[in-house]
């Protein structure tokens, strides 16, 4: 098992074990570079480490808006069917 594997195994729906990410408090926001930051909180076995942002290029944002769409879509669709 390769260290991001172990770090991703500690990921649980537990929010008092694991590592969690969260959207964070603040809104999301240009750079002065032009790039597209989203601010994240990061817990750790139930204790708030702090906020920190994810920063992406505009072709980044647009590919995971993309990708959110696509999920979006067919939770919508598996909602309406009840499947």
């Known amino acids: 098992m ?3 594997q ?3 195994a500690g990921i649980t729906a537990n ?3 694991g590592m969690r990410v969260e959207r964070g408090p603040q ?3 240009l750079t002065e570079a032009g790039r597209i930051a989203l601010s994240l909180r990061v817990h750790r076995d139930g ?3 702090g906020v920190a942002e994810l920063v992406m290029t505009h072709e980044d944002a647009a590919q995971l808006v993309r990708e959110l769409h696509r999920l979006l879509s067919a939770s ?3 909602q ?3 499947r």
């Open 15 to 17: 929010p008092a074990q």
């Open 47 to 49: 204790m708030d480490l």
């Open 76 to 78: 919508t669709r598996k």
């Open 80 to 82: 309406e069917t009840g």
């Open 2 to 4: 390769t260290a991001i």
């Open 27 to 29: 809104p999301t926001r």
């Open 6 to 8: 172990k770090r991703a």
